[in-house]
């Protein structure tokens, strides 16, 4: 017999029980709808112990990685530690900022080193908290193996969050963090895949340590990345990316300017420039990071021209 | 006893081959597109599996009553026969297409139909 243990209560799974039949019976409310490992209403996390893989059918790869899994048609094999997603609240640990070095005017390079080290992936997030119980979002720009975190700061209009990073953060002090989070990351599983990408201002961050990761795993398929901005002052690492499309015959760089000083870049949105380029999209993965109506409507365009909703991966955050 | 439906059309697989015809199908209609995107689309494409599952008549837990209340706020916004035929001709397209046999199709045309008045809350 299992143990499932919930909100720091631990309870017995009956053999013939599914987790959320034993949590219900011991009162443990979990939203659920078809009880079929369908509608995926009931889908938890088990931060110890392995759920049956029958119990992961339908999710997305990076979420069956993480623990995820279907409680309504889980029959537990082991003990599990399980959280509802949503009420998944990470220890904070402090981080030392290291280095801070400006892109431009509006973009930030920030690293820093936790004290306790987290296992990420890039393209995953962390929060920052500030003392006075601020909390934003910012997606890691960084490799698994960089002994530091990277992230890119946007300074926005009226952006408390990002205007204290921009000016009063200095090396040497220290900020709260919690993460990982998120499921936007790279999986070896289909090294021939095509991956589309398309992120706008600093969505760059995540997909910079994604492709990073997808060409050191050696990725095979072809890799096309179009960054965007209103203007050319909130594009950053040019070079840089232009350089890894030198060096790699499989990646593919453009990027786009919205307004009219355009000179020297492809002329338009991101997004569409994408989907005009690449109409048929069965087969592909897709990572979309930045403004979030560029997400959502992204999102929806890139399913109708064929990608698997599976596969489509994006920032599930406001940037602010 | 003979197979379930749901078995003969290919169980869960034949689900998960189905919900993102069916999904793109739906997204793409305007005559019912309106109904369907939700802020989350993929919470919407999951409750998709749900609608599929249950018109391939395979486990479920859905009474004609969820599928009153479950439907209840669309109807408040204009839900009728007419977008009720659309999602029964989407979902007989997108099985035309995945090549699943006529009878079958005509099986699972027949439990959808059987909730209309459940899903218009007459
Ligand atoms: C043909 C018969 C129909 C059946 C058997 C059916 C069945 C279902 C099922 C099982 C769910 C999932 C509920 C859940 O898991 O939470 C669902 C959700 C939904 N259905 Fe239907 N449905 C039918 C017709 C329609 C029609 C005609 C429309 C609108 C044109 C519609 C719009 C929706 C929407 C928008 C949802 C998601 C609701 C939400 O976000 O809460 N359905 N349906």
């Known amino acids: ?320 | 006893m003979s197979e379930s439906l749901y078995d003969r059309i290919g169980g869960e697989a034949a689900v998960n081959a189905a919900v993102d015809v069916f999904y793109r199908k739906v997204l793409a209609d305007d005559r019912i597109n309106m109904f369907f995107e939700g802020v989350d689309m993929e919470k919407q494409a999951a409750k998709q599996k749900g609608f599929l599952t249950f018109a391939f008549g395979g486990p479920h837990n859905y009474t004609g009553k969820d599928m009153r209340e479950g439907h209840a706020h669309l109807v408040a916004k204009g839900l009728n026969d007419s977008h009720f035929d659309a999602v029964m001709e989407n979902l007989g397209a997108t099985l035309t297409e995945l090549g699943v046999p006529a009878d079958l199709i005509a099986e699972a045309a027949a439990i959808a139909e059987s909730t209309r008045n459940d899903v218009l809350g007459k």
Request: glycine share 8%; aromatic share 8%.
């Open chain 1, 1 to 320: 017999m299992a143990k499932i243990t919930y909100a720091e209560q631990s309870y017995e799974c009956r053999n013939d029980e599914s987790v959320l039949q034993c949590l219900t019976r011991h009162g443990v409310e979990l939203s659920s709808s078809c009880h079929a490992g369908v509608c995926q209403t009931c889908m938890i996390k088990a931060t110890t112990g392995t759920p049956p893989a029958d119990a992961q059918k339908g999710l997305k790869p990076q979420l069956q990685q993480q623990g995820y899994f279907l409680a309504c048609v889980c029959t537990p094999t082991e003990d599990l530690t399980v959280v509802n997603p949503d009420e998944d609240v990470m220890p904070q640990i402090a981080a030392t900022v290291i280095d801070k070095t400006a892109f431009n005017d509006a973009m930030l390079r920030l690293r820093i080193k936790p004290e306790t080290s987290i296992d990420y992936h890039p393209g995953q997030f962390v929060n920052i908290h500030r003392d006075d119980g601020l909390v934003r979002s910012y997606s890691i720009a960084s490799q698994a193996n960089d002994d530091y975190i990277e992230l890119h700061i946007e300074r926005l209009p009226e952006g408390r969050m990002s205007g204290w990073l921009h000016d009063e953060i200095a090396i040497g002090d220290k900020i709260n963090i919690d993460g990982p989070h998120g499921e936007c990351f790279y999986i070896d599983n289909k090294p021939d895949q095509n991956l589309l990408m398309v992120g706008t201002g600093s969505g760059l961050a995540p997909l910079w340590g994604i492709i990073q990761e997808a060409l050191a795993k050696n990725h095979q398929g072809e890799i096309h990345l179009f960054h965007g901005s209103h203007s050319a002052q909130k594009l950053y690492l040019i070079n840089e990316l232009q350089q890894l499309a030198d060096n790699h015959a499989n990646f593919f760089y453009t990027p786009c300017i919205s307004g009219p000083e355009n000179k020297g870049f492809k002329a338009g949105r991101a997004n569409e420039l994408a989907l005009s380029q690449f109409q048929i999209l069965g087969g592909w993965r897709i990572f979309l990071c930045g403004h979030p109506d560029m997400v959502n409507d992204t999102k929806k365009k890139t399913f109708l021209a064929g990608a698997s909703f599976n596969e489509i991966h994006a920032d599930p955050f406001i940037t602010q």
